[in-house]
């Protein structure tokens, strides 16, 4: 099942002092580049995370977000009593050594509370069973962000593969042209030899415009690019990580696009290479979020 590289997944589970709020976001990526945007996970578990991560998403530049609310009856800030307190001590003795007035303990809170390390962010090391219930609130919101993937990924699909059959259908526009085109490029060499007042001998004329239009013929072009549009559509129901492998066929269909392009010498065959150019730049940038 095709699956999108653009997601979001969240979970809630209980803390010590309230609960976990669990985030993960991810945006396209050539790699999986996870980034653990919190101080709540232990060190030593980071590892364990990361592997987690990077199994269930394969790939994408994915944000891991944990915050902890704390329950009404609990602060998640603590004032340090120890340092307050030997601010005061400090003040008061640089006070007495230089003989200036000390402001009462009273006026001297609001500086002090502002002071370098008085107020401590509570965390506190998670026991196994905390830890647990970490670890399966992650699991909840990978299993969140894999859903929101998938239904991304079908809404993907459906435009994609909507683009690559108006690829194919473009291919038929410009079969319709094919003998128009081939009839225009003999009647324009045979009205520039008449300007230049040339008399050709007939048969080698013959050979040379055969030459010519064999060299501008776009026949195998057409041929590949139906290939191309139909191992697309193929691959694109493919389970597993398809998006490369997609990048790639879109890579092959422009080269022949381009050259059908190249060789038109068309005025309507040229709209409709233009056409398919414009579905093509759709496409890449679709295939770009496909995981």
Request: glycine content about 4%; aromatic content about 6%; charged content about 35%.
């Amino acid at each position: 099942m095709i699956k999108s590289m653009t997601g979001y997944g969240k979970s809630i589970v209980k803390s010590p002092n309230g609960k976990f709020i669990i985030e993960l976001k991810s945006l396209n990526g050539k790699n999986c580049d996870v980034s653990i945007k919190s101080q709540i996970i232990p060190r030593d578990k980071e590892l364990e995370v990361r592997k987690l991560i990077k199994s269930k998403l394969e790939r994408g530049n994915i944000d891991l977000f944990i915050n902890e609310e704390f329950n009404e009856n609990v602060s998640s800030k603590t004032i340090n009593a120890k340092v307050i307190n030997s601010y005061l001590k400090q003040l008061k003795e640089i006070s007495a050594a230089n003989n200036i007035p000390c402001p009462d303990d009273k006026d001297l809170i609001p500086l002090l509370i502002k002071m370098p390390d008085v107020i401590d962010n509570r965390k506190e090391d998670l026991d196994e069973e905390s830890w647990n219930r970490l670890f399966n609130g992650i699991k909840k919101a990978l299993e969140d962000i894999d859903k929101f993937r998938i239904i991304e990924g079908q809404s993907l699909k459906k435009d994609i593969s909507l683009r690559v059959h108006n690829i194919s259908s473009y291919v038929d526009e410009v079969e319709k042209y094919e003998k128009e085109r081939i009839d225009n490029i003999k009647d324009r060499l045979s009205s520039r030899i008449k300007e230049l007042g040339i008399v050709p001998d007939n048969n080698r004329l013959e050979q040379e415009i055969i030459f010519y239009i064999e060299k501008l013929d776009i026949n195998e072009e057409k041929v590949r690019l139906r290939q191309h549009c139909k191992y697309f559509l193929e691959t694109i129901e493919i389970e597993g990580s398809i998006g490369k492998k997609l990048g790639f066929i879109s890579q092959e269909m422009g080269r022949e696009i381009n050259t059908m392009g190249s060789k038109a010498n068309h005025s309507e065959i040229q709209q409709w290479v233009v056409k398919m150019k414009d579905e093509l730049e759709k496409i890449k940038e679709q295939s770009l979020n496909i995981l």
